[in-house]
């Protein structure tokens, strides 16, 4: 079974540090990875996505994410945060070949950024 | 603004009501899906519609139904729910094309 780990829960941080945070699936085939993020008090959002190419993706925001397959990593970063970045944080994963229509989801990170 | 609209924003019901969820989208997607997601908790696959038709039962108790009346609609039928169902029910649809998933801002149900 498919299945996503996010190894930060809680992540705080001050304005203009830098952000990575992890996460790992355990599916060995082909996978489309997403990160998307909720802010406080709002609907999921997508951040960025892979399917396929470059594994350095750019997203909305200045988010970027690296897809490693040999580690089954796609790690979200940004190089400055804001405050207005404070929000929660979910990977995402599709495996085409298990189900076209199955995305699980990660347990989240929760990011606060300090101003 | 999302363009998945659910309705209502906030539900509460006693264990012994009949009510029901509400989600539209006017995007062409195909496919619809319910998930679950408690407070500081990932959101929880529950069904997916794919072209009107049920394709995943994450085997959800029969206390939630669903029911796709056609391709911009789902509904989520709620009868005699327990207390541990609360939470809130998220509505998203899959853009064809791009494999996103588009998000509702959910349904807050509380079951006294």
């Known amino acids: 079974a498919q299945s996503v780990s996010q190894h930060n829960h809680h992540v705080i941080l001050s304005e203009a540090a830098s952000l990575e945070l992890g996460c790992n699936y355990s599916?060995?085939?082909?996978?489309?990875l997403f990160w998307y993020v909720q802010y406080p008090g709002q609907h999921l959002q997508l951040l960025l996505k892979?399917?396929?190419?470059?594994?350095l993706v750019k997203g909305i925001k200045g988010f970027e994410a690296e897809f490693i397959k040999s580690k089954f990593s796609f790690n979200l970063r940004k190089p400055s945060v804001q405050w207005s970045d404070t929000a929660e944080y979910f990977c995402a994963v599709n495996a085409p070949r298990v189900g076209t229509y199955k995305y699980i989801f990660g347990t989240g990170t929760r990011l606060k950024v300090l101003a | 603004d999302t363009e998945v609209t659910q309705t209502p924003k906030h539900l509460v019901m006693g264990m012994t009501n009949k009510k029901s969820l509400k989600c539209e989208q006017h995007m062409g997607h195909r496919a619809m899906y319910w998930y679950k997601q408690k407070a500081k908790k990932p959101p929880e696959l529950m069904f997916v519609y794919s072209y009107e038709k049920l394709s995943i039962n994450e085997s959800v108790p029969s206390r939630f139904s669903p029911e796709c009346p056609n391709s911009s609609l789902l509904n989520l039928h709620l009868h005699a729910l327990q207390p541990e169902d609360s939470a809130l029910y998220l509505c998203?649809?899959?853009?064809?094309?791009?494999?996103?998933?588009?998000f509702g801002e959910g349904s807050r149900l509380t079951v006294l």
């Open positions: 892979y399917f396929s190419g470059d594994p």
């Open positions: 599916y060995g085939g082909t996978v489309n």
């Open positions: 998203a649809s899959r853009g064809d094309k791009t494999g996103e998933l588009f």
